[in-house]
């Protein structure tokens, strides 16, 4: 089988980190799978469904091989969703990956990552290889036994595809 | 049985009111039985157990009989639940009862009507009877067939109960 | 208010008992509320929603005022729900409550308390009153909240209604 | 890596079988990874969680590359959970995948394949590789995500593995 062509993922464009002492970037991860979880704090859909499944992400798979990272990605109610409330929210809800304010946008309310990566909502969760290639991006919830399967299949991976 | 002498719940005090035009107290739902629901929005047993518990007491009761009444009684993170914060937090919840904003404390963190009331703590559930008495407040989430019996025996009171 | 002509509930036609060392009527829990859950153990919304209902109810209310009766109503699959493996399920699932075996039809399919009430099919939840009136009978899944209202409102009702 | 030796999965005892028109072994599905749900009809952790997961594994996965197979190991209460009853059953619970009656042991309770893949209760789950080749068993209720990761891990390896 050929090697298809995978794109890097976007960096992040982040203004504020929470639950890590320094900036981030998929760079840092390389090696390992990440899963990205894209939120709001007022969003339903994030609290009922993502951020949990988020948490189980970080508690199933070993850290060594696999990095939940959110994304607090504002586009709308942002006189709400300050990080000041984010951070109130992180605490209130235990979250303990690392989570990254999208910085907001020049001339819209989409904020910058949200733009580089076209998500369409909140939330979204993305997979990047170990390689740091973007892998696959889900708008909605997905069900837990398809986005353990999907992250298995990325470990599954040789670290490095055969070089040519 | 004698009459119990059952106290009248503490007027509300509150800055400010989500969906209702006017500001609201226990004594314009004389002749009902109001449930009210103390919560902060960034409290998680709030947003997963006791609002949506408030909604389906105002989808199974007939509004005539059961006045639901929210109350955001903000005891820690003021600065991020600010009303703004909750107003897009009533949009994105679709909350259609009424909410007040409890008045902020003058010397301390916990709000009037929550000292008022000495409530311990967020979600809290407040039944008056059709008199305006207070006739049950509890703490944590409760299951629904129990605040379902609890609100359908105050129903079942007289709506005044025997003059002396 | 006159007093509305309810009936009453027609007895119960029950081969075998489990749960209890005699044979049970109506008439034995007079003075007391009787939500009676009829059943097919392999019924999917009985044994999901209906039977923990019961349960529940058995759990919430005192039983010296609310007696929660089982009724094992086979219309169907007669070989394979019988009194042997009623009694395997009965004690898989840990129920506690008197649990009747409906006395099969003489001519059709349908157990003949069955057939006496009117029932549609199963789960359905039967609420006799503290004088052994018929109050409320409904096919399928009701929630909580309505089912601790309704047997709130029953056991606010004085034990004997005015004598004419 | 050297290549663990895994022994292969005992073949299936089964004196009948519902859903599949003739008897299957594992080996009819060699070049497919096998999930193999053993269950009792009565057991409530069955009923509750381990069948509805088994009916989730084939929804989401290809059947082409992951194959579910009931096994129904009654060591209890075999009066109730017979073959008549366990037809029911499939028919109610609407069960689609292939399920085996497995023999009952000559000299117990434990039935023959249970007792040949030493299995500790119900619900059992057990995945067989591509090859075969007995990989998990694991008693008791796993979450999805875990599952998922698990079937995803056999369907990456190579169908076949170097041979010696």
């Not at 170990?130 to 599954?156: H, N, P, Y």
Request: aromatic share 8%; net charge negative.
């Amino acid at each position: 089988m050929g090697q298809t062509a995978f794109a890097l993922a976007p960096p992040w464009q982040v203004s504020q980190w929470f639950n890590s002492e320094r900036a981030l970037s998929p760079a840092d991860f390389r090696g390992r799978v990440i899963a990205m979880h894209a939120f709001q704090m007022l969003c339903p859909g994030c609290v009922q469904l993502g951020l949990p499944q988020a948490s189980r992400i970080a508690r199933l798979f070993d850290p060594a091989h696999v990095a939940v990272v959110g994304l607090h990605t504002v586009f709308e109610h942002h006189q709400a969703m300050t990080p000041v409330a984010l951070e109130a929210f992180i605490h209130e809800y235990q979250l303990t990956f690392p989570i990254g304010v999208d910085t907001p946008g020049e001339s819209g309310p989409i904020p910058r990552t949200m733009v580089a990566y076209g998500m369409q909502g909140t939330p979204t969760l993305v997979l990047i290889d170990r390689q740091g290639r973007l892998r696959k991006q889900s708008f909605g919830a997905e069900d837990d036994m398809r986005v353990g399967s999907d992250i298995a299949f990325l470990l599954a991976e040789p670290e490095r595809s055969a070089a040519p």
